[in-house]
């Protein structure tokens, strides 16, 4: 007998029809590999960058989270991150561009994103951008409260009051008691000119919560403009340390701290606040003005230049250059530099003030009273433009009337200031005659 066929191995017996199947398997295995590689690659650039920002290298954390985003271009985790490293390095059009783009990416994820842009364009002075991103949210009901008071907040520093009031209403319909938006609507009345309203509800706000940052920030820029800039000082103090860099409230803090005769402290109050928001125009030109008075004209220069690149709009970096100009004796340019600033803003209180005096010094009577009543019109007119005010109207022989209202607010602050007893005296001078009151005799009679 023949001996027995030994038995094939099995491998040798898989059919030709498995082949495809085990090449396209092999396929699915390499593409998986690969797929988590760049998964691997792509959480390990993320967490480069995070741990570049907690060592405060905000340049070196952008390029790790830009690389990111080349390993994951559909997701908007690492654009939202790119963005906040290039808003710490002080680059915000790349951080406003980082959040555009992530927008576009994940239309669901357009909320969380605009908020922060909101945010980032109030930072840096924007606060145009900043209302308009922020109503596109309200028009498609996605604040929260405390955003739809921020919204009002700053429609209400644009002059939009009615506006202000609407978005207001968002929330008082709903609880007419909210001690926030008491403050909000504060703020309103006080920006209207309604100021005895303003005071006592304000104090009524600090005497229920005496720790109400928003209505102490209020109150005080209240008494800066009424002169009392020791009793805003006061307020102040209480801010809690994590706000006092915000811009809006250094904005006020130096305005105060110029009152008190303190402008060392606030150029270095400017200076830490500069540090933290390099394209803030406002800040910028802020310190400008500062470096300027006190004799540093270069340095002043500069940091205006700076503060238009930043923002070529800037009503605040248009007037500082105008002071400049009106320090080196060119009224003319100076003119023209306020009214720029004032048509980028209309309500812009320091270019008024300046102008005014320009006007009234080129024996433009007509052109000074203007632009003293609307610094009345707008609640931001001193007492001494108050009294520059009446003057003018006595001087002109107008609005008595007017005048008087005005000279007879001075003279409760200080009754025997001649100044101000004479201006009353011409004003009263002019007054119309009021007509005899006698019995009406009919001449003449029926014939």
């Not at 060592?55 to 997701?75: C, I, K, M, V």
């Not at 429609?155 to 609407?166: D, L, N, R, V």
């Not at 008190?260 to 109050?269: G, P, V």
């Not at 602050?413 to 005899?436: F, G, H, M, T």
């Amino acid at each position: 007998m023949s001996a027995p066929v030994p038995a094939m191995p099995s491998r040798l017996l898989r059919p030709l029809w498995a082949l495809p199947l085990l090449l396209s398997l092999a396929c699915k295995d390499s593409d998986t590999l690969s797929a988590r590689g760049q998964e691997q690659r792509f959480q390990a650039k993320m967490n480069e960058g995070h741990a570049l920002l907690n060592e405060n290298q905000p340049e070196l954390a952008a390029r790790a989270f830009s690389a990111a985003s080349g390993l994951a271009p559909d997701r908007t985790e690492p654009l939202v991150q790119l963005a906040e490293a290039q808003r710490r390095a002080g680059n915000s059009g790349a951080a406003i561009l980082a959040l555009k783009q992530a927008m576009t990416l994940n239309p669901s994820e357009a909320p969380d994103i605009k908020r922060k842009l909101a945010e980032r364009y109030e930072r840096d002075g924007l606060i145009r951008q900043s209302i308009t991103v922020l109503l596109e949210l309200r028009d498609a009901d996605q604040l929260r409260d405390s955003e739809i008071l921020r919204l009002a907040h700053l429609q209400t520093m644009e002059g939009q009051h009615e506006e202000a009031f609407k978005t207001l209403e968002r929330i008082q319909k709903d609880r007419p008691d909210d001690l926030n938006a008491k403050v909000v609507e504060a703020e309103i009345l006080l920006a209207k000119g309604e100021e005895v309203l303003a005071a006592k509800l304000m104090d009524r706000l600090l005497e229920e919560q005496p720790e109400l940052t928003a209505a102490r920030v209020l109150r005080a820029r209240y008494f800066l403009r009424n002169g009392y800039a020791e009793y805003a000082e006061q307020d102040l103090s209480r801010i809690p340390p994590e706000d006092a860099l915000l811009p809006e409230y250094v904005a006020l803090r130096v305005g105060v701290l110029t009152e008190l005769d303190r402008r060392a402290d606030a150029e270095k109050l400017l200076a830490q606040a500069v540090e933290q928001n390099p394209r803030n125009a406002d800040l910028l030109a802020r310190l400008a003005e500062l470096r300027w008075v006190a004799g540093n004209k270069v340095e002043a220069q500069r940091l205006v230049e700076q503060a238009l690149k930043a923002q070529s709009d800037s009503a605040r970096a248009l007037y500082v250059r105008g002071l400049m100009h009106e320090g080196a004796g060119n009224a003319q340019l100076a003119k023209e530099d306020y009214g720029f600033a004032l048509t980028e803003n209309s309500r812009f209180a320091p270019a008024l003030s300046r102008l005014w005096r320009l006007q009234a010094r080129a024996a433009q009577d007509d052109a000074a009273v203007a632009s003293l009543e609307r610094l009345l019109v707008l609640g931001e007119a001193t007492l001494e433009e108050k009294v520059a005010l009446a003057d003018l109207y006595a001087r002109t022989r107008t609005k008595p009337e007017q005048g008087l209202k005005l000279i007879a607010e001075a003279l409760k602050q200080d009754a025997r200031n001649e100044e101000y007893l004479e201006i009353q005296k011409a004003l009263k001078s002019i007054l119309p005659r009021k007509k005899a009151a006698g019995p009406l005799i009919m001449r003449g009679g029926r014939r």
